[in-house]
């Protein structure tokens, strides 16, 4: 089975002075964890979409997906963890519970704050991972990257290989729940998104080509460029 799982398990602490989680803010008309489902609705090879919730704000998904989704059969809300790899956990476990695990059974998982994905970065991603079991959505670096450590510039990698993470990343699910189960808890504090559980395994990980247009809406100026895409979709 083909399945989605939308991260909406953030507290969005970056956002400044909001009123709720920046996943829950209003964007245009509606939500933005909403725009994003939408997306994922509009593709039929989903089985089921499970999102990932704070335990404080499952009732209120919900709701959300009562009255703007019409209560789509192939959603679930089901409870995060603390941080980002147990949300995702969660999400996995819930699936689980439900329908069991099978070999061929893979995953896309999606930051709920990047409404803007496109129909052609959800069918690569369900493409590459049938086919090679992992794939992480990236984009060129446009500008150069330095490293540096206590204030002091080490290094200048070559840019045309670097690049710049974005979502879905995708993954056969019993692979990925084998290699994060075998991660030392050192190697689980180094974690920073779920591709890295396989990088560290070292498992291959295939990129697809994101887009600019598929940012993640973290800050007040992100918001407000976010606002100003949706008002221009909508005129």
Do not use: C
Request: hydrophobic residues 40%; proline residues 3%; charged residues 25%.
């Amino acid at each position: 089975m083909i399945y989605a799982e939308i991260l909406a398990g953030g507290k969005g602490t970056r956002m400044g002075n909001v009123p709720m989680p920046k996943q829950f803010l209003t964007l245009g008309t509606k939500p933005i964890v909403i725009h994003t489902l939408e997306k994922f609705l509009l593709n039929s090879r989903f089985n089921v979409i499970v999102v990932v919730v704070p335990m404080a704000w499952v009732s209120y998904m919900k709701n959300l997906v009562k009255e703007f989704l019409d209560s789509d059969e192939r959603i679930r809300v089901v409870e995060g963890g603390a941080d980002r790899n147990a949300t995702l956990m969660n999400g996995i476990k819930a699936i689980d519970n439900e329908f069991g695990l099978n070999d061929d059974d893979v995953i896309i998982t999606h930051d709920s704050v990047r409404p803007f994905i496109t129909h052609r970065i959800i069918e690569d991603n369900i493409d590459g991972v049938l086919e090679y079991g992992a794939v992480d959505t990236v984009i060129p670096a446009i500008d150069t990257i330095v490293e540096a450590h206590d204030n002091i510039l080490t290094d200048i990698p070559q840019r045309s290989a670097m690049y710049q993470g974005q979502t879905p990343q995708s993954f056969n699910i019993k692979k990925l729940v084998t290699a994060f189960a075998s991660l030392t808890d050192d190697e689980k504090e180094t974690l920073t998104d779920a591709a890295k559980i396989m990088v560290l395994k070292g498992d291959g990980v295939h990129i697809v080509t994101g887009d600019q247009s598929n940012f993640k809406v973290t800050t007040s100026f992100d918001l407000n460029m976010a606002q100003a895409l949706v008002g221009k979709r909508e005129d």
